[in-house]
């Protein structure tokens, strides 16, 4: 399992973090994310890959505890934020997030796709244990690949590619190929994220992130259209928020209920 991205643990920046589709989808990402962070906070990144992520959010708050099934990913991670103090980071199955207790957080995040990993049944278990690990009010914010993806279906048609076009519907486990090695991957729409979660948590917002901006394996697409890409940049900031599903991920915030 946690070899499943060790392979691209030392291209993933190049593949994606650094691609002009990367930047802008996690330019949207964190843009929704920023206005709900608080400096006293302390936030539990999960899947946490080269730790992009955790470096921009210790610049933001109190302490973050950054997290990953592949050591080789940690490995990056930890170079990467080696001067910042408030970042820890360590090896750490999605499906084992009990073992962190009794720490607790006030925001647990998990962004592109890690989610996707998980079973239904282990996903609704990732829920219930985020909730436990959550301080009261806490928020669970998630970037998970939806299962109508415009640009997907429109992609594969063209070509020809009629099953792949369709795949983000299967109910079962679909084989992504992650340079090589195939990842059994699920893909949920922002219906059954709450459905899993509606008994531990209510839903702040649910907004598109990649909506015009497409998937980043059409980078090559659009490696020269730097203008189109742009243009689509901005389309997506329109924010068409009943659109989350159409989009190649969506971000979804939760807030903790007191039960
Ligand atoms: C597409 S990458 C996203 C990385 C990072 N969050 C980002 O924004 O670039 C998915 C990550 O999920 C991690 N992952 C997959 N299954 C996992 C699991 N069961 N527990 C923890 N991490 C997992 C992989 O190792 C990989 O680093």
Redesign the pocket.
């Known amino acids: 399992?946690?070899e499943?991205?060790?392979h691209v643990?030392t291209d993933?920046d190049a593949q994606?973090?650094h691609t002009k589709i990367g930047r802008y989808q996690?330019g949207q990402v964190l843009r929704e994310v920023e206005p709900m962070l608080k400096p006293d906070w302390h936030v539990l990144?999960?899947?946490?890959?080269?730790g992009?992520?955790a470096r921009w959010l210790s610049e933001r708050v109190k302490s973050v505890l950054a997290?990953?099934?592949?050591p080789e990913?940690v490995a990056v991670a930890k170079q990467k934020a080696a001067e910042k103090s408030n970042v820890e980071f360590g090896v750490?199955?999605?499906?084992n997030i009990e073992s962190l207790a009794p720490q607790t957080f006030d925001l647990i995040f998990?962004?592109?796709?890690?989610l996707n990993?998980?079973s239904p049944e282990e996903l609704a278990l990732f829920i219930q244990k985020s909730h436990a690990l959550l301080n009261p009010g806490g928020l669970l914010m998630l970037?998970i690949m939806g299962r109508n993806t415009l640009w997907e279906k429109l992609y594969f048609s063209l070509k020809g590619e009629k099953e792949k076009a369709k795949r983000r519907q299967s109910v079962g486990p679909v084989m992504a190929h992650v340079d090589g090695k195939d990842?059994p991957t699920w893909y949920y729409s922002p219906k059954e994220i709450l459905a899993l979660s509606t008994k531990h948590f209510k839903k702040r917002k649910s907004v598109p992130i990649g909506l015009f901006v497409a998937p980043s394996y059409l980078e090559h697409f659009f490696s020269n259209k730097s203008l189109v890409l742009r243009f689509c940049a901005l389309m997506d900031e329109f924010w068409l928020v009943p659109f989350a599903d159409f989009a190649d991920h969506y971000l979804i915030c939760l807030e903790k209920k007191a039960v």
Request: proline share 0%; net charge negative.
């Open positions: 399992m946690s499943q991205f060790s643990a993933y994606f973090t996690r990144e999960v899947n946490c890959g080269t992009e992520d997290t990953d099934i592949s990913m750490l199955d999605l499906n998990s962004n592109f796709g890690g990993c998980l970037v990842v």
